[in-house]
């Protein structure tokens, strides 16, 4: 099961009912659609500059807003990699749980896991929890899948009005997301059970 499924599934969705409620459906399902083009495009400009290809054209706002951001992330982010080991590479552990991650490679000097993100308006490192589990299950999979030791995780953030975020998480805390993470994965299989699992235990 997809980790982003596994972590929408098993996570207080209070916040998002209400905001739902506030706007209307019609609203944030427009917004929600929006939101993820503009993520997508945004991708797009990251992988193709990663690659050395061209990137993507276009004079809408969306795409001039997604260059902009990606510009930001290219900048201020991706000027700390100095090494890249796979980018959108597929992971799994086990048939627990399968996701892909936007890049691998060295940042700052270490082995690291790394995903990009856009956002309305800049968060607050409390408001992103489930990003760093959702980096924790790509490093838990990747050192499984390939034998790597990769401790560390970064998320290069930007928002609409291009203001950058970069938050890490760090060899230390490694430990305790490896934890909410397994904890977060037997919520979700309590309540939607697959054959496969009836006979394995998830411990950490």
């Avoid at 503009?38 to 990251?46: K, Q």
């Avoid at 609409?160 to 397994?182: A, G, M, S």
């Amino acid at each position: 099961f997809p980790v982003t499924i596994i972590s929408s599934k098993s996570k207080d969705m209070t916040h998002l009912l209400e905001w739902r409620k506030r706007v209307g459906d019609a609203a944030a399902d427009q917004i929600t659609k929006e939101s993820t083009g503009l993520g997508s495009m945004m991708h797009s400009h990251l992988e193709c500059w990663i690659k050395q290809q061209e990137r993507p054209g276009g004079t809408n706002v969306g795409r001039v807003m997604a260059k902009q951001m990606a510009d930001v992330i290219i900048q201020q982010g991706l000027s700390k990699v100095s090494e890249v080991w796979g980018i959108e590479v597929p992971l799994r552990y086990e048939s627990l749980w399968a996701g892909t991650t936007d890049l691998v490679g060295v940042y700052n000097g270490q082995h690291a896991i790394m995903d990009f993100k856009t956002t309305n308006k800049p968060k607050k490192i409390s408001y992103i929890q489930d990003y760093f589990l959702q980096l924790t299950a790509y490093i838990m999979a990747h050192n499984q899948t390939f034998g790597t030791e990769i401790k560390q995780g970064v998320i290069f953030m930007v928002s609409r009005d291009l203001e950058y975020q970069e938050f890490v998480l760090e060899p230390h805390q490694l430990e305790h997301y490896e934890q909410l993470w397994l904890e977060r994965l037997m919520m979700y299989y309590d309540k939607h059970p697959i054959p496969s699992l009836n006979n394995e235990s998830v411990s950490s």
